[in-house]
């Protein structure tokens, strides 16, 4: 793996620890955003992996499901997808749409500590190019 692909693995891990931290404190609008972070960070080093250089949100999201699509990851890109909504209503909107409710924040941070896991295993087993 190089050192790009590290680097945005470690930001997804810290988004994690973030995630755990603010959800212990009841915070449960912002573990959607970190939790939503570690996904697509480390949806952008499986994307980088493959020689995709993407930036914008939509961009990363879209070019994910194409990758989840032939490698028989599609239940990631449905955790990606939700959790991109999820963190949408939590940081954009007020009132009932931008509630987040403790299980659906614990469901969420468990769903990215998941994807997380599988995008390491990814970048390092069959599924990656290992440089």
Not at 22 to 40: D, L, R
Not at 68 to 94: C, N, P, Q, V
Request: proline residues 1%.
């Amino acid at each position: 793996m190089n050192e790009e692909i590290q680097s945005l693995l470690a930001k997804a891990h810290r988004s994690l620890d973030a995630a755990a931290v603010i959800i212990a404190a009841g915070f449960f609008e912002k573990v959607a955003s970190e939790a939503y972070y570690a996904m697509f960070y480390a949806a952008k080093a499986m994307l980088l992996n493959a020689g995709k250089r993407l930036k914008q949100h939509k961009q990363v999201i879209r070019a994910f499901e194409s990758l989840a699509k032939t490698s028989g990851k599609l239940k990631f890109y449905d955790s990606l997808a939700e959790a991109f909504k999820l963190r949408h209503f939590a940081t954009y909107e007020t009132g009932l749409l931008a509630d987040v409710p403790e299980e659906r924040a614990r469901v969420t941070l468990q769903n990215a500590t998941e994807f997380v896991t599988m995008a390491e295993q990814f970048l390092r087993g069959a599924g990656g190019n290992s440089e």
